[in-house]
């Protein structure tokens, strides 16, 4: 619990970057070597290489170097329960939602407040 | 656009924390007092004050006043632009995904690599 806990805390935090996330954008196409990944942004390769590394950590991402070339990959699992997390708060508040509707579709009009036939 | 990217970081920034994220669940089943939300949690007031106000900042709660009880509440919506991203972002890799298969699945036997038969 406290390592999924942890895992979602990592996923939520490599996502709360601009460029973390095209580079996440970028690899849902498929694989990409680092050069190419980093061709679009202005900053110096050292700084890209950071958000990289962010990604790589938390296992969204994984590399492999061949030769010269470095190779990223995505990891769609490491991402999955940060969505399931998200999808479940939303059945939770939506299943309260529809409670309160039916609570409300259910009462009497004797029931609902006196300003209501105003609206 | 930099509005929307801006938005997403600061709300998967807000999801980067446990008790930020066990505030989400708890107000998912409805609005809650400052005190009875901090109760659960060992920490000083400030520091969960702290956790509320970053949550506030990003619109993924407010509060309201009455007297000297500060009550909290979700904003489900705001919350929906992150779930959409990641939903997107599986769109993508599963789209992907399925056109590499019926790639494999339309090779002619004498196409596939040489050891195939073996696994």
Same mark, same amino acid.
């Given at each position: 619990?406290?390592?999924?806990?942890?895992?979602?805390?990592?996923?939520?935090?490599?996502?709360?970057?601009?460029?973390? !996330? #095209?580079?996440?954008?970028?690899?849902? @196409?498929?694989? *990409?070597? %680092?050069?190419?990944?980093? /061709? =679009?942004?202005?900053?110096?390769?050292?700084?890209?290489?950071?958000?990289?590394?962010?990604?790589?950590?938390?296992?969204?991402? !994984? #590399?492999?170097?061949?030769?010269?070339? @470095?190779?990223? *990959?995505? %990891?769609?699992?490491?991402? /999955? =329960?940060?969505?399931?997390?998200?999808?479940?708060?939303?059945?939770?508040?939506?299943?309260?939602?529809?409670?309160?509707?039916?609570?409300?579709?259910?009462?009497?009009?004797?029931?609902?407040?006196?300003?209501?036939?105003?609206?």
């Amino acid at each position: 619990m406290a390592n999924q806990s942890a895992a979602l805390t990592e996923v939520f935090g490599a996502l709360a970057d601009p460029t973390r !996330r #095209s580079i996440v954008a970028a690899l849902g @196409r498929g694989p *990409e070597s %680092v050069s190419t990944l980093a /061709a =679009p942004f202005t900053m110096a390769l050292p700084s890209f290489m950071k958000h990289l590394r962010v990604l790589e950590r938390c296992g969204v991402i !994984r #590399s492999n170097k061949i030769g010269r070339v @470095r190779t990223c *990959e995505l %990891v769609p699992k490491r991402l /999955a =329960p940060a969505e399931r997390w998200m999808a479940g708060q939303r059945a939770i508040w939506e299943s309260r939602t529809d409670r309160l509707v039916h609570f409300v579709e259910a009462l009497q009009p004797q029931e609902l407040p006196n300003d209501t036939g105003k609206l």
